[in-house]
């Protein structure tokens, strides 16, 4: 063996092995697989002497094995076989080895015994009779965050156990890894518990490490969640705006300073969307080119990230128990890192999701429950619980009725004797928390798309992710689906329906690409992508100082409409960018914490100079209230209404939170017109507009009164405007629907008709944002509007009025 390169050294590198190895594959069980197997091949097969360092010749033979399992399972599993023949032979030859071996398994089998409940139960359930997290919590009647957060405890306790400071009984079972580790039986024991040291073996000195850095703190969601009763000050107490004070969170800018950290630093805080708090134990893993790095926050949700040499790394995953981890396909997180020696910047904002108790109920078409309905999780539009999957599948019980756990617009699917529904996630079901699922005789999405991802050339492209979006919006509970090309270049999307899709293919250093209009069950589609050209530049503010970090936007204009192509956050002490674009022309945007967004930069592919200027911008501070009592809400969530993009864990238009006493600062907005939209539980969502924003100005006191839900009732947006549903296109807005009792109603426009220009300017230039900012307004003034209906141009005076739609 290689000096240097030994079972103990391999063992010590094992901490950052771990968390690239979860970023690869799908759950713990199969990471402990892809370890155990780097850790044989390591010890089997050591590197030449040529002085590279263990960890980054680690991560590639682990990145090397993880393509090889994607290649063919069964000549992994030979080679299991053969090698587990080979040991037990070379085993038999040894009988001080096998005594080593049976001496650790007794001390195993009693620190099992010995081990404290609720923590036996966790890892007997787990590892000897073979059950998910999942199913554990299901029986259990607990989160399945817990159980893995016992199931770690138990591991770190064992391992502690078995640890008397040498590590030969490590070693004793060293040639055993991945002989067995892949077998699950409930029968033999002594197989499961030689699974069971070897997990130990490969990973039991992260887990270790970290019990003796801190105690073990299980992050929950703290404050109330939305939808609960918020504590509030007694009845009639009088309704003030606080004075100003500090901005409340994910306000503040972050920022660079000089450091003596050779590889660079950047520090921040992970805090909980719903109110504000700090998230303590979340663990943020950050991959670059020696391996991946998991680092833990501190009680106040701090966390920093200081490698030993500067580099390029990306946000691979962030997960806490109580929350929706960040855990996008590998290789396709969207926030980016860049380091360098001697600088530091602070002030990052990570945002986690609580993972809220949803009530689901399945019903059938007399709306009666449906009891034995299988539900399972179809997918969300972002797809970032990809590599660290919650539970997926349910069963409704004799009420119809079940619990879940899911991201906002994801789409869950039902089916009962050939009965089926779908439902989504959407904002009503977010407010209420309660989603109703009505089965019916429709057919089944078991539609799929294969193709091939190539270069220009012809040749397979590998590891490109493809997302099929629905290319109607008119059935709302269509789910888009994702795929990663193997080594050939090809991609099947499952769980599909008949209908039109658009692929977008995404690759590293390779131009976005796609194909529109395709249909479910469409075979050897094509996507070709190629290098194409960059965008590149520099983020300022409004002094010209380089902004650090901040989500970059290239949009890409169709009329009215504005197609996204990059969205991507950004660490990077300078402030420069780059990405690459197909050929064409873009407006690109710039959205950094506690800075106004920047005006769009209009630029053509291949321009390498931009500079993306971001204003100071002006701050709104108000107070959220109940309309019926004047009763602060505190944790409402305050946010412009303007587009979308990034991350969720960094977000373009995060907005901000309401701090207890239902009081809320929200910086960083744009010059012009500016609309908010205010939501809380138990509430109906709010938009207010009728505010002009300017650089440095102080808008407020605003007092924003929600009305409260009625027993059963939908939430439905109240705000001012003509009362018209309207969608892009081309370089008008169609009207969808008019409601009753509106402006529009009045003035006569009807469903069809084709708005062109608001107040004497074009829609297109506008934009869709842009034309509806300019409809809101105050009660009872009036806004000029253009329609074409058919050949006709017709200019009315539409009345602007309180609506509810």
């Known amino acids: 063996m290689t000096p240097g390169v030994t079972p103990d050294v391999v063992l010590q590198e094992l901490d950052g092995l771990r968390a690239l190895a979860r970023s690869l594959v799908h759950g713990d069980a199969d990471a402990d697989d892809l370890l155990q197997d780097t850790a044989i091949a390591a010890i089997e097969h050591p590197p030449v002497a040529d002085h590279r360092p263990v960890r980054a010749w680690l991560a590639a033979v682990l990145r090397n094995h993880w393509r090889m399992d994607r290649r063919g399972r069964s000549r992994r599993q030979s080679r299991e076989r053969a090698a587990s023949l080979a040991r037990s032979e070379a085993a038999d030859d040894d009988p001080t080895r096998a005594i080593d071996r049976a001496r650790a398994l007794e001390r195993l089998a009693a620190a099992l015994v010995a081990l404290d409940e609720p923590f036996r139960t966790a890892v007997v359930r787990r590892y000897l009779d073979g059950r998910s997290a999942a199913a554990i919590a299901r029986e259990l009647g607990v989160p399945a965050a817990t159980v893995r957060s016992r199931l770690r405890t138990g591991l770190a306790r064992l391992r502690a156990a078995l640890d008397d400071g040498s590590p030969r009984w490590q070693r004793a079972f060293l040639p055993l890894l991945g002989a067995t580790v892949k077998t699950k039986t409930s029968t033999a024991l002594a197989l499961v518990l030689l699974v069971l040291l070897a997990l130990l073996a490969a990973v039991g000195a992260v887990w270790f490490a970290r019990a003796h850095r801190a105690a073990p703190v299980v992050a929950t969601a703290t404050g109330p969640a939305p939808g609960a009763q918020q504590p509030g000050p007694a009845r009639g107490a009088p309704v003030e705006v606080a004075p100003a004070r500090e901005p409340t969170p994910g306000q503040g800018r972050p920022g660079v300073e000089p450091g003596d950290a050779t590889g660079g630093a950047i520090g921040g805080r992970v805090i909980n969307w719903s109110t504000g708090g700090g998230v303590a134990g979340a663990e943020l893993t950050f991959t670059g080119d020696a391996g991946a790095t998991t680092i833990r926050t501190r009680d106040d949700g701090g966390f920093e990230l200081a490698p030993p040499a500067p580099g390029r790394f990306t946000l691979t995953a962030v997960a806490a128990p109580g929350f929706l981890p960040y855990a996008p396909e590998f290789l396709h997180s969207t926030i980016h890192v860049a380091l360098a020696r001697g600088q530091v910047v602070r002030g990052i904002t990570v945002f986690l999701f609580p993972a809220l108790d949803y009530t689901g109920r399945v019903v059938d078409a007399r709306g009666a429950p449906v009891p034995g309905a299988r539900i399972r999780l179809l997918g969300t539009p972002a797809g970032e619980q990809v590599i660290d999957r919650l539970e997926t599948e349910w069963t409704s019980d004799r009420d119809g009725r079940?619990?879940?756990?899911?991201?906002?617009?994801?789409?869950?699917?039902?089916?009962?004797?050939?009965?089926?529904?779908?439902?989504?996630?959407?904002?009503?079901?977010?407010?209420?928390?309660?989603?109703?699922?009505?089965?019916?005789?429709?057919?089944?999405?078991?539609?799929?798309?294969?193709?091939?991802?190539?270069?220009?050339?012809?040749?397979?492209?590998?590891?490109?992710?493809?997302?099929?979006?629905?290319?109607?919006?008119?059935?709302?509970?269509?789910?888009?689906?994702?795929?990663?090309?193997?080594?050939?270049?090809?991609?099947?999307?499952?769980?599909?329906?008949?209908?039109?899709?658009?692929?977008?293919?995404?690759?590293?250093?390779?131009?976005?690409?796609?194909?529109?209009?395709?249909?479910?069950?469409?075979?050897?589609?094509?996507?070709?992508?190629?290098?194409?050209?960059?965008?590149?530049?520099?983020?300022?503010?409004?002094?010209?100082?380089?902004?650090?970090?901040?989500?970059?936007?290239?949009?890409?204009?169709?009329?009215?409409?504005?197609?996204?192509?990059?969205?991507?956050?950004l660490v990077e002490p300078h402030g420069r960018f780059e990405v690459r674009v197909p050929r064409g022309d873009y407006d690109v945007v710039a959205s950094a914490q506690g800075w106004a967004p920047s005006a769009p930069t209009h630029a053509s592919a291949g321009t390498t100079d931009l500079r993306i200027a971001l204003s100071t911008g002006a701050t709104l501070r108000g107070k959220v209230v109940d309309a019926a009592d004047q009763q602060p809400i505190g944790y409402a969530r305050v946010t412009r209404e303007a587009p979308g993009g990034g991350a969720s864990a960094q977000p373009y238009n995060p907005g901000t939170v309401a701090r207890p006493d239902g009081t809320f600062e929200l910086t960083g907005i744009p010059p012009g017109p500016l609309s908010i939209t205010v939501a809380a539980g138990g509430h109906h969502p709010r938009i207010e507009a009728a505010m002009t924003a300017s650089d440095g100005a102080e808008l407020g006191p605003l007092t924003v009164a929600l009305t409260r839900l009625a027993e059963g009732e939908e939430p439905s947006v109240e705000l001012v405007g003509i009362g018209a549903a309207l969608t892009a296109d081309g370089d008008a807005l169609r009207v969808n629907r008019v409601f009753a009792g509106s402006g529009a109603e009045a003035a006569g426009i009807v469903a069809g008709d084709r708005m062109i220009a608001v107040d004497g300017l074009p829609v297109g230039p506008l934009g869709i944002d842009g034309a509806i900012a300019k409809i809101r307004g105050v009660a009872g003034t009036t806004v000029a509007i253009t329609l074409r209906r058919g050949d006709q141009s017709i200019e009315l005076v539409v009345e602007r009025r309180k609506i509810r739609g």
């Open 402 to 569: 079940f619990t879940f756990h899911a991201a906002d617009e994801a789409v869950l699917e039902a089916v009962h004797r050939g009965a089926r529904g779908w439902a989504r996630l959407d904002d009503s079901v977010a407010i209420t928390r309660q989603l109703t699922i009505a089965l019916g005789e429709a057919p089944a999405r078991d539609a799929t798309i294969t193709g091939r991802a190539v270069d220009a050339g012809g040749a397979p492209v590998a590891d490109v992710l493809i997302r099929a979006s629905p290319a109607e919006d008119r059935e709302p509970t269509r789910s888009t689906a994702f795929a990663t090309t193997g080594p050939d270049g090809g991609f099947v999307l499952g769980g599909l329906d008949r209908g039109s899709y658009d692929l977008a293919a995404e690759a590293e250093d390779r131009a976005p690409a796609g194909v529109t209009g395709v249909a479910g069950g469409s075979r050897n589609v094509t996507i070709t992508l190629d290098a194409g050209l960059a965008l590149a530049g520099e983020v300022v503010d409004a002094t010209g100082a380089a902004v650090p970090a901040y989500t970059l936007l290239v949009v890409r204009r169709d009329g009215a409409a504005r197609r996204l192509i990059v969205a991507r956050s």
